[in-house]
């Protein structure tokens, strides 16, 4: 069974820095899209981060471009998100994911299928 478990959630003031990581099981990390999502209070869930997806190496949401970055172990199959410089507006729910790949219809579908359980980030002001 594939499993992605998250560690590194918490409560810190703006300014502040955290790291997430994500161990993946079950599952080879390396040749996939590995990603990290977000879900603030009342609002859907939003990619953050990504590395191989979108047709890019890596890829970062606008709001977090030069204070997120990710990065990836694949000697420990595991990836991580460092946030410095943390705003009030990055508190939410932070899942990572990666990506099922699977053939249909002759065409090879990459789809961001395995989650893990999420991890509450809360930046105070």
């Known amino acids: 069974d594939v499993q992605l478990v998250e560690s590194g959630g918490g409560v810190v003031q703006a300014g502040g820095s955290l790291r997430l990581s994500c161990v993946a099981s079950?599952?080879?990390?390396?040749?996939?899209?590995i990603g990290w999502f977000r879900q603030a209070p009342g609002k859907e869930r939003e990619g953050i981060s990504c590395?191989?997806?979108?047709?890019?190496?890596?890829w970062y949401e606008d709001s977090v471009v030069g204070r997120f970055t990710i990065s990836e172990d694949n000697a420990k199959n595991t990836f991580s998100l460092q946030m410095d410089s943390l705003k009030p507006e990055d508190t939410g729910v932070y899942y990572c994911a990666a990506e099922r790949i699977y053939g249909e219809h002759g065409l090879t579908i990459r789809s961001f299928d395995y989650w893990g359980q999420g991890t509450q980030v809360t930046v105070s002001s």
């Open positions: 590395l191989r997806c979108n047709g890019n190496p890596s």
């Open positions: 079950g599952l080879t990390l390396e040749d996939r899209g």
